[in-house]
């Protein structure tokens, strides 16, 4: 069978107008400004409208997306969309985009891989058109975190935003572009150090769950760092060495943006200069799964991206789930 590699052809972001600061949240928790800044980078997120679902944002996303790469929607082959907060448990986010676009043709399914959803679905896209499967793949990471997280937890609530990204990602005849590996990563053992329990099998809903606050993020800050910082140069260096390359040879870091401490962290263990990686946590906060399509669309339609440039991207999230791809621009 001949192999055809994946390249991104299109990508786009969307984020809701309402813009949650800082100063704003020193009103409802007892936190200020300057904690959250010197801890995480984060100086603002955005906050999703009343009535407003992830479908919404993901739609919003994707026609961005679909017009950069002048594709139809109706042409798509299939929608993939990450995310860990969908509009309802059955169907999926990504049949509600596909009715909302219009892609009749597609198949569509949701993963979820929490901050890493929107790298496990590069990577799974990509594995559809290498193999000719689909010609035009449409991924998602699309989160609206506001809805699930504990605003009475100031561990936790300063840290997350509601957005969505997206990419159209097709094949390329030039060997020279398009992705080149990537390489996930799952670690069950450590799924109790980020989740959301109530809500699912385990704890239905019930009004104990809701007394207990299980349906909102529990998470443990600290451990999620350390396993972060830990295994995030290790994916980096894993995707240079499947290319037999070194760091030095990586022109762009896209990455999912949880702190900016844990991204400064990472560079530099791997010897990567700051300034090549992409940040924009302190306008969105921590938005999971849209956080890396939404740094790949800024940086390219700030014309960052160079033809042939090689893009490192790395995320990790709840799972723990983690992983790298190395990427021709
Ligand atoms: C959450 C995080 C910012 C906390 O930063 P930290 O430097 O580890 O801070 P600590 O947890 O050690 O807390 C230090 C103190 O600040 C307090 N604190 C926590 N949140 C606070 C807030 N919003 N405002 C003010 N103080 C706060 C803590 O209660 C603690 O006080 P104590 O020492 O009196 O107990 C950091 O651990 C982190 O970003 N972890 C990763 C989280 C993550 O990425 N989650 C999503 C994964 S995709």
């Given amino acids: 069978m001949k192999l055809t590699q994946s390249q991104i052809l299109g990508t786009g972001s969307y984020a809701p107008s309402r813009i949650l600061t800082n100063f704003d949240l020193e009103k409802i928790i007892d936190t200020t400004d300057a904690w959250i800044v010197e801890r995480t980078g984060i100086r603002e997120r955005h906050i999703a409208a009343d009535g407003e679902a992830t479908s919404d944002m993901a739609v919003e996303a ?34 509600f985009v596909q009715a909302k676009l219009g892609a009749k043709r597609a198949f569509a399914f949701d993963i979820s891989a929490a901050c890493a959803g929107s790298l496990y679905g590069l990577s799974i896209a990509d594995k559809f058109i290498r193999t000719g499967q689909a010609q035009r793949v ?12 504990d605003w009475t937890d100031r561990n936790s609530c ?3 935003g509601d957005a969505a990204g997206a990419l159209v990602i097709g094949p390329t005849s030039d060997p020279g572009r398009g992705l080149m590996s990537a390489h996930l990563h799952s670690d069950g053992m450590n799924a109790g150090i980020l989740s959301i329990p109530g809500g699912g099998s385990r704890y239905p809903q019930s009004e104990e769950v809701l007394a207990q606050k299980m349906h909102k993020v529990a998470m443990n800050g600290r451990e999620i760092y350390k396993f972060a910082v830990r295994v995030l140069p290790e994916a980096v260096l894993e995707a240079l060495a499947a290319q037999g390359l070194k760091p030095g040879a990586v022109d762009h870091v896209i990455t999912h943006q949880a702190n900016i401490r844990i991204v400064e962290s990472v560079v530099d263990r ?26 790949l669309d800024e940086a390219n339609r700030a014309g960052r991206l160079k033809r042939g440039d090689l893009i490192a991207m790395m995320a990790i999230g709840a799972g723990m789930a983690w992983g790298s791809a190395l990427m021709r621009w």
């Fill in 270 to 295: 791997l010897g990567i200069p700051r300034e090549k990686c992409w940040l924009n946590i302190d306008r969105y906060g921590n938005t999971s799964s849209a956080s890396l399509p939404i740094s």
């Fill in 158 to 160: 300063v840290l997350f």
């Fill in 62 to 95: 994707a026609k961005n997306a679909l017009a950069m790469a002048a594709t139809d929607a109706a042409d798509l082959d299939m929608i993939i969309v990450a995310t860990i907060s969908p509009d309802m448990p059955m169907p999926s986010c990504a049949v």
């Fill in 138 to 149: 449409l991924v998602i990471g699309a989160e609206l975190l506001s809805r699930v997280v």
